[in-house]
């Protein structure tokens, strides 16, 4: 989350999404002296600043939450199974790592990413578990008691050309987007859906992400991603 007052937008960082890179860019514009970073608490539970659902960040800041009605409000969305995949290797990292070293470790991340997978529950991904704080539905990071509360949603996967549609609504952050754009902020991950993920860690994902897959409009039969 960025909020800039001078230039009246709202940066939604979903997380996964190359939200951190954009936030940096982004920070010059920022009004909140980085309030939305680290952690804080509500009624004795911890949550992300950084990545707040709506009905968190309603709750937890009313007040900027209002002005979701008159900022220029955006942020980027993943395909399902590749952001879960960036999820998993966030908070796993070491065994990411290891999984390159050689087969046997490969086989001990894949286990574990499926069974991680596997035990995803839609209960646990409302903001308020930081276990599942980059798992959050990507629809509940713009959509509010039904209404998106986003003026625009870019993909991920297609970033110069989404990144262009910027100019038609904010001059300031399309001049800003040409630093998110650089080699050096890409890190392709080696194994697809289909190879990182069991068939079961599949369809749990397919209906956990229901949502996601159709609101943003990705193929649950993709694999290949």
């Not at 707040?52 to 009605?69: E, G, N, S, V, Y």
């Not at 050309?161 to 890190?187: D, H, M, V």
């Not at 079961?200 to 949502?211: C, G, L």
Request: proline fraction near 4%; glycine fraction near 4%; include cysteine.
């Amino acid at each position: 989350m960025l909020i800039s007052d001078t230039q009246k937008f709202i940066f939604i960082h979903n997380p996964k999404c190359a939200g951190t890179t954009i936030r940096q860019s982004l920070m010059e514009f920022d009004s909140r002296s980085n309030f939305y970073w680290e952690f804080a608490e509500i009624d004795g539970l911890k949550i992300d600043k950084a990545h707040m659902p709506q009905q968190i960040f309603r709750r937890f800041r009313p007040d900027d939450f209002a002005l979701l009605k008159n900022y220029f409000t955006f942020g980027f969305v993943r395909n399902p199974y590749r952001r879960f995949i960036s999820a998993f290797n966030e908070t796993h990292q070491a065994i990411y790592r290891q999984s390159k070293e050689n087969d046997e470790n490969l086989k001990q991340y894949l286990e574990k990413i499926s069974t991680f997978a596997v035990q995803l529950d839609k209960k646990q991904l409302n903001g308020y578990n930081l276990k599942y704080r980059h798992c959050v539905l990507q629809s509940d990071m713009f959509i509010f008691a039904g209404k998106c509360n986003a003026d625009l949603i870019l993909k991920l996967e297609d970033l110069g050309a989404e990144t262009e549609k910027l100019a038609l609504f904010n001059p300031a952050i399309y001049e800003n987007s040409r630093g998110w754009l650089q080699p050096k902020n890409t890190k392709p991950m080696e194994l697809t859906a289909e190879q990182a993920l069991s068939p079961k860690a599949i369809e749990t994902i397919k209906s956990v992400y229901a949502d996601d897959f159709l609101l943003f409009n990705y193929d649950t039969d993709n694999l290949a991603v």
